[in-house]
DNA sequence: TATTGTTATACTCTATAACTATA
DNA sequence: TATAGTTATAGAGTATAACAATA
C-alpha cells in the first residue's frame, strides 16, 4: 500500500496554484500602483534586468506576452524614461531594449516591496518549509 | 545569520506561481476538451460536487465568477444533461443547481484524468516533496 | 521571400447597468 | 426597498491581418 487513505480527497493542483497566483496578483497590484507600475511594465522590467539589451521580439517571447501588445508599453516605460531603444547596429531593423539607471532603481525600489509583501504571505509557513517552497516550485516552473 | 548566502536571487513569487499556473492550465486544456467541457464549465460541475444545490449566486461567488457570464454555461451545461436547476422551494426568485447522475459520472471522469496529468507533472519530485507541497499549498490557498 | 517593428481591425472576454419577478 | 436571475450594452483586453523598412 503506498497510498495514504487518511488524507482527504485532493484538490485540483490547478485550482490551488490558480488561487495562489490570484491572491499575489491582488497583493501586487497596490504595491506596482504606488510606484507607477503596472502588473506588464514591471514584468517587462524585471526581464530586461536579467536579459539586458534584449530585442523586442525576443523579449517579448520571453515573458510570453504579445509583441503588438508590447509596444504600449515600451512607449509608457520610455517616456517615463525607465528604459531605452536603441537601433540594432548590426540588423537596422530590430531595436534593442535597455534599462536606463532609473529602470534600474525604480525596479530595485519595487521588488524591496513585494519582497516584504512575500515574506508576509509565507508568514505562517517555518523557514524550512518556505525554503522547500521555493526550491520546488523554481524546479516546476523551469529555468529562467 | 539566519540568511544563506549561496543561494541566488530569488524570483518574485507571483512569477513562479504564475507560470506553473499557466503550464497546468494548459496541460488540463485537451484534457477537458477530450471530455467536451471548457475550463469555467468543470470549475462549475468541481464546486457543485463539493456544495450540492447551490443558488446561482452562492455558485458564483464561490468560484469567483460573475454571476451574469455564469448563465450562460449554466445553460450549456443543462442542454448537456450535467446539471439541473429546480426553483428553491423557498424562494421563488432563486433557482437552485445540482449536478445530475451524468454530471458527477463526467466529472469523476475528467478528473480521474487530470490526476494522471497531475502525477506525470510532480513526476520529478519525491513522495515527501509532493505531499509537503500539496499541504502547503492548500494552507496558502485557503479553506474549500 | 522572410523578418522586425508598427498600425489598424476584429474579436473575445469582462464589467456595468437595467429589467422581471419575487421577497 | 431590496434581491435572484436574466438580458443588453459598453469597455477592456486579446488576437489577427496588413504595412514599411530591412534582411
Redesign the interface.
Given at each position: 500500500m503506498?497510498e495514504?487513505t487518511a488524507t482527504p480527497p485532493?484538490?485540483?493542483?490547478?485550482?490551488?496554484?490558480?488561487?495562489?497566483?490570484?491572491?499575489?496578483?491582488a497583493a501586487?497590484r497596490p504595491i506596482l500602483e504606488r510606484h507607477g507600475l503596472q502588473m506588464w511594465p514591471y514584468?517587462v522590467l524585471?526581464s530586461l534586468e536579467r536579459r539586458p539589451a534584449s530585442t523586442q521580439l525576443q523579449l517579448a517571447t520571453q515573458i510570453?506576452y504579445d509583441k503588438t501588445r508590447l509596444i504600449a508599453i515600451l512607449d509608457d516605460l520610455g517616456a517615463a524614461g525607465l528604459i531605452e531603444r536603441r537601433p540594432d547596429p548590426t540588423d537596422r531593423r530590430a531595436r534593442i531594449v535597455s534599462l536606463t539607471d532609473a529602470g534600474r532603481a525604480r525596479l530595485r525600489a519595487v521588488?524591496a516591496d513585494?519582497?516584504v509583501m512575500?515574506a508576509g504571505?509565507?508568514e505562517?509557513?517555518s523557514?524550512a518549509?518556505a525554503?522547500?517552497?521555493?526550491r520546488?516550485?523554481?524546479?516546476?516552473?523551469?529555468p529562467r
Open positions: 503506498t495514504d485532493d484538490r485540483d493542483l490547478g485550482e490551488l496554484f490558480a488561487r495562489i497566483t490570484q491572491q499575489l496578483i501586487e514584468v524585471a510570453g521588488r513585494i519582497r512575500e504571505y509565507l505562517g509557513l523557514e518549509q525554503r522547500g517552497l521555493r520546488v516550485l523554481a524546479r516546476l516552473a523551469g
